[in-house]
């Protein structure tokens, strides 16, 4: 970074479906966000300069953002592998900031061809050849896509050079160290162990049957909730665990069981806790929980 | 002379091969990028699976992928004599989230692809930041969608037998606020006029009233003698229904039927991206296409006048967002919240079966077809808008938007016309 100047923010994607850059563009402050920095190259903003500009090596970077999976070879824009490319900026780059499950972990788009595609550093957890080189600089945001205002953060707490404490896969505390169960609306029908009859209603709980992650899922997303107003649980869709390494898993919407007990645990609980605490709640019946919040034609 | 361009800002990039004679385009090759397997992904999964995965197909119009997804499934259950029906408010919420995504990928391509670009090839740069404008519209319109969604990009609300969210009374207020709020972004900065008078407007000779952004890119194609540039087969299909619109093939000035059925894909040499005609003809999807078949009064008055030329592409594109509003808003008063959001039970699948499910996206018709057996996929097919405007053709038939490209000036120009079919190049490598 030069002294004085505002870093230098370059924007580049492997393999991917976009779904990062139109979720970032939904940021309510796009673009005071971006004034504090000289936006080099997006996919779809207008920046300083070209694609083919950004292929031949032609400016140096401070931040950079990756979007999508990463493989070694095969992957080519205007005839340059964009591995190499990803790799020659990755080196000057003071911060690398992998936006997305995908570019952190490999995604969905590593299950086409598993042995050859991976997040940058991360190959599911595992940590790639990658990792040992750039782990000082490198910032994990996974997410599928990536919350907006997570970027957001991240990326100002860069520019004001502050630091940002992180867990072992790089993800920012602030943000992933919460579950995606934190903030949920039906918090109260979890807490009473009292299950959704079903899609389409916003009483009970998506974790017993649904296929709910939400309580084992690290994430914000209850917190700075999605596009301002809601969030996958709110609005009744279980949550898949798209920040997790393992995303995505199988029948996602249905809970794996146990003898009728959920397999995966809420993060962090044993499962004789969470045994003893499901046997003493639904020893109650509370006649608040089967009944309707509001019903219309009363 | 072959030159080769490098497309990028377009959902992903392509690369044309345009050849060159006598300083016009003769001929182009277009190809994409690197092919990511979905439809491979999904084999061995469980069917419902589908509503998590193909949304990431593509970051733009991935609310699409989700409904033609449900579709396949319903209409799979349906074959496997499970009846599915659909209580009006889950159709309503399902077309009204399916319309913002419409309209935000319609404005997005508008100030973000057409008039950077327009600017620059007629050289009337006016240094706005036409991408503030793109980004407010598209964070306050999926804001409404996301009411209803829980979240956009990437949301998989839409379930065999409606939906998953339960909304109340406060949210369709909120919802339609935001409708409110885009109309009125309309009428100041897209159309610089009065909403209700725009939708009036039903001949070219009315057309001087807009104003806005939409009224200067219009005035800027007519000045720089484009409006009759980039013009193809002239012949249109549609496959979904919804939103206020039928389906059918519009070829001159007759519309008839269409089958799924008939569509056939093939593969292309040296392209990640399969072809696709109906009954071996080539057609054109899209805005343009959907207004053709339904016989939207103003772009017929258009065409009558321009063709399948530019000015007639770009309208259409733009001109659909407002009948979207309008009929969004529509949908929100029609909803009684006390209808069921789902009509099945969670726990009701069927093991084996076929389904189609047929979605107007953005860009055009969007296909998925299931094949299930003993509870796992074994077989998914994405047929995908562009792959109907970018093939390289038939024997018969150059591809779509080569033949638009075809006869243009320079590859300025000839790239400006490709980008009018508003590419996906992400959707076409799924």
Redesign the interface.
């Given at each position: 970074m030069k002294r004085g100047g505002k870093p230098k923010l370059l924007w580049l994607?492997s393999?991917?479906?976009?779904?990062?850059?139109?979720?970032f563009?939904?940021?309510?402050d796009?673009?005071s966000l971006l004034s504090h920095f000289e936006l080099l190259y997006h996919?779809?903003?207008?920046a300083e300069y070209?694609?083919?500009d950004i292929l031949e090596g032609h400016v140096d970077c401070d931040i950079l953002v990756l979007e999508g999976a990463f493989?070694e070879k095969?992957?080519?824009?205007?005839g340059v592998e964009i591995s190499s490319v990803i790799e020659y900026y990755a080196k000057q780059a003071a911060h690398i900031i992998t936006a997305g499950t995908c570019a952190t972990f490999g995604g969905?788009?590593k299950?086409?061809?598993p042995e050859h595609i991976t997040g940058f550093c991360f190959d599911i957890e595992e940590k790639t050849t990658r990792h040992k080189q750039y782990a000082d600089k490198l910032i994990s945001l996974p997410g599928?896509?990536i919350h907006p205002k997570w970027l957001g953060f991240v990326l100002m707490m860069i520019a004001q050079k502050r630091p940002i404490a992180k867990d072992t896969l790089h993800r920012p505390l602030e943000l992933y160290a919460p579950t995606v169960h934190t903030g949920c609306a039906r918090n109260e029908y979890f807490e009473w162990k009292v299950d959704t009859e079903?899609?389409?209603?916003?009483e009970g709980c998506l974790f017993y049957?649904?296929g709910c992650q939400g309580p084992y899922t690290h994430g914000s997303c209850n917190k700075i909730l999605?596009?301002?107003?809601?969030?996958?649980?709110?609005?009744?869709?279980p949550c898949?665990g798209?920040t997790e390494p393992d995303f995505?898993k199988?029948?996602?919407?249905?809970t794996k069981t146990n003898m009728g007990i959920p397999a995966a645990m809420p993060l962090g609980i044993p499962r004789r806790a969470y045994l003893t605490v499901t046997g003493v709640v639904k020893s109650f019946k509370i006649k608040r929980f089967e009944e309707r919040l509001?019903?219309?034609?009363r | 002379m072959i030159v080769k361009k490098?497309i990028?800002?377009i959902?992903?990039?392509a690369?044309l091969n345009f050849s060159m004679h006598k300083g016009s385009v003769e001929d182009v090759r277009i190809s994409f990028?690197?092919y990511?397997?979905?439809e491979?992904?999904l084999v061995n999964?469980?069917p419902?699976?589908a509503?998590?995965?193909t949304p990431?197909?593509?970051?733009?119009c991935?609310h699409a992928h989700l409904l033609a997804a449900v579709g396949a499934l319903e209409n799979g259950y349906e074959n496997a004599g499970i009846a599915v029906i659909l209580s009006n408010k889950?159709r309503y919420i399902r077309e009204f989230t399916l319309a913002c995504e419409l309209i935000q990928n319609h404005i997005?391509w508008f100030y973000?692809t057409i008039l950077?670009q327009l600017e620059r090839l007629t050289g009337e740069e006016g240094g706005e930041?036409?991408?503030?404008k793109?980004?407010y519209l598209?964070?306050t319109i999926?804001?409404a969608?996301?009411?209803?969604?829980?979240?956009?990009?990437?949301?998989?609300?839409a379930?065999p037998?409606?939906?998953?969210?339960?909304p109340?009374y406060v949210d369709v207020m909120?919802a339609t606020a935001l409708i409110d709020e885009t109309i009125r972004f309309f009428e100041q900065v897209i159309i610089g006029m009065e909403f209700e008078r725009y939708l009036q407007i039903d001949s070219v000779t009315q057309l001087h009233e807009v104003q806005g952004d939409f009224g200067n890119t219009l005035h800027l194609l007519g000045t720089h003698g484009m409006a009759h540039t980039g013009q193809s087969h002239d012949r249109f299909i549609v496959f979904g229904e919804g939103l206020g619109m039928q389906s059918g093939k519009s070829i001159a000035t007759t519309v008839s039927r269409v089958e799924v059925r008939y569509v056939k894909e093939w593969p292309q040499k040296g392209s990640t991206a399969k072809a696709v005609a109906y009954k071996d003809r080539i057609y054109e999807t899209g805005p343009l296409a959907r207004a053709m078949v339904n016989k939207a009064p103003i772009v017929k008055s258009l065409h009558k006048r321009y063709k399948d030329g530019l000015l007639t592409r770009i309208f259409a594109r733009v001109h659909e967002s407002t009948a979207l509003l309008s009929h969004a808003k529509h949908l929100l008063q029609k909803l009684d919240?006390?209808e069921?959001?789902?009509t099945l039970?969670?726990?009701l699948l069927a093991d084996t079966f076929e389904g189609v499910g047929v979605v107007e996206a953005a860009r055009g018709s969007l296909i998925h077809k299931t094949r299930v057996e003993a509870k796992k996929i074994t077989n998914y097919e994405i047929i995908v808008p562009t792959q109907w405007n970018l093939s390289d053709g038939t024997e018969q038939d150059r591809g779509v938007a080569v033949e638009a490209m075809c006869g243009t000036r320079s590859i300025e120009e000839a790239s400006f016309v490709f980008r009018s079919f508003d590419v996906c190049s992400?959707c076409t490598t799924q």
């Amino acid at each position: 970074m030069k002294r004085g100047g505002k870093p230098k923010l370059l924007w580049l994607q492997s393999i991917t479906c976009n779904g990062n850059t139109h979720s970032f563009l939904n940021h309510p402050d796009l673009f005071s966000l971006l004034s504090h920095f000289e936006l080099l190259y997006h996919p779809v903003l207008e920046a300083e300069y070209t694609l083919q500009d950004i292929l031949e090596g032609h400016v140096d970077c401070d931040i950079l953002v990756l979007e999508g999976a990463f493989r070694e070879k095969g992957v080519a824009k205007g005839g340059v592998e964009i591995s190499s490319v990803i790799e020659y900026y990755a080196k000057q780059a003071a911060h690398i900031i992998t936006a997305g499950t995908c570019a952190t972990f490999g995604g969905i788009f590593k299950q086409y061809d598993p042995e050859h595609i991976t997040g940058f550093c991360f190959d599911i957890e595992e940590k790639t050849t990658r990792h040992k080189q750039y782990a000082d600089k490198l910032i994990s945001l996974p997410g599928c896509p990536i919350h907006p205002k997570w970027l957001g953060f991240v990326l100002m707490m860069i520019a004001q050079k502050r630091p940002i404490a992180k867990d072992t896969l790089h993800r920012p505390l602030e943000l992933y160290a919460p579950t995606v169960h934190t903030g949920c609306a039906r918090n109260e029908y979890f807490e009473w162990k009292v299950d959704t009859e079903g899609f389409g209603l916003k009483e009970g709980c998506l974790f017993y049957e649904l296929g709910c992650q939400g309580p084992y899922t690290h994430g914000s997303c209850n917190k700075i909730l999605w596009n301002d107003v809601s969030s996958k649980t709110v609005s009744g869709t279980p949550c898949f665990g798209c920040t997790e390494p393992d995303f995505p898993k199988t029948t996602l919407f249905e809970t794996k069981t146990n003898m009728g007990i959920p397999a995966a645990m809420p993060l962090g609980i044993p499962r004789r806790a969470y045994l003893t605490v499901t046997g003493v709640v639904k020893s109650f019946k509370i006649k608040r929980f089967e009944e309707r919040l509001i019903e219309y034609d009363r | 002379m072959i030159v080769k361009k490098l497309i990028e800002k377009i959902e992903g990039e392509a690369e044309l091969n345009f050849s060159m004679h006598k300083g016009s385009v003769e001929d182009v090759r277009i190809s994409f990028g690197f092919y990511r397997g979905i439809e491979e992904i999904l084999v061995n999964k469980s069917p419902r699976d589908a509503l998590v995965i193909t949304p990431r197909v593509c970051g733009i119009c991935n609310h699409a992928h989700l409904l033609a997804a449900v579709g396949a499934l319903e209409n799979g259950y349906e074959n496997a004599g499970i009846a599915v029906i659909l209580s009006n408010k889950a159709r309503y919420i399902r077309e009204f989230t399916l319309a913002c995504e419409l309209i935000q990928n319609h404005i997005k391509w508008f100030y973000m692809t057409i008039l950077p670009q327009l600017e620059r090839l007629t050289g009337e740069e006016g240094g706005e930041n036409h991408a503030l404008k793109a980004s407010y519209l598209s964070t306050t319109i999926t804001k409404a969608l996301a009411i209803f969604a829980g979240q956009w990009p990437h949301s998989s609300y839409a379930v065999p037998g409606g939906v998953t969210c339960d909304p109340t009374y406060v949210d369709v207020m909120q919802a339609t606020a935001l409708i409110d709020e885009t109309i009125r972004f309309f009428e100041q900065v897209i159309i610089g006029m009065e909403f209700e008078r725009y939708l009036q407007i039903d001949s070219v000779t009315q057309l001087h009233e807009v104003q806005g952004d939409f009224g200067n890119t219009l005035h800027l194609l007519g000045t720089h003698g484009m409006a009759h540039t980039g013009q193809s087969h002239d012949r249109f299909i549609v496959f979904g229904e919804g939103l206020g619109m039928q389906s059918g093939k519009s070829i001159a000035t007759t519309v008839s039927r269409v089958e799924v059925r008939y569509v056939k894909e093939w593969p292309q040499k040296g392209s990640t991206a399969k072809a696709v005609a109906y009954k071996d003809r080539i057609y054109e999807t899209g805005p343009l296409a959907r207004a053709m078949v339904n016989k939207a009064p103003i772009v017929k008055s258009l065409h009558k006048r321009y063709k399948d030329g530019l000015l007639t592409r770009i309208f259409a594109r733009v001109h659909e967002s407002t009948a979207l509003l309008s009929h969004a808003k529509h949908l929100l008063q029609k909803l009684d919240l006390n209808e069921p959001s789902c009509t099945l039970e969670s726990r009701l699948l069927a093991d084996t079966f076929e389904g189609v499910g047929v979605v107007e996206a953005a860009r055009g018709s969007l296909i998925h077809k299931t094949r299930v057996e003993a509870k796992k996929i074994t077989n998914y097919e994405i047929i995908v808008p562009t792959q109907w405007n970018l093939s390289d053709g038939t024997e018969q038939d150059r591809g779509v938007a080569v033949e638009a490209m075809c006869g243009t000036r320079s590859i300025e120009e000839a790239s400006f016309v490709f980008r009018s079919f508003d590419v996906c190049s992400v959707c076409t490598t799924q």
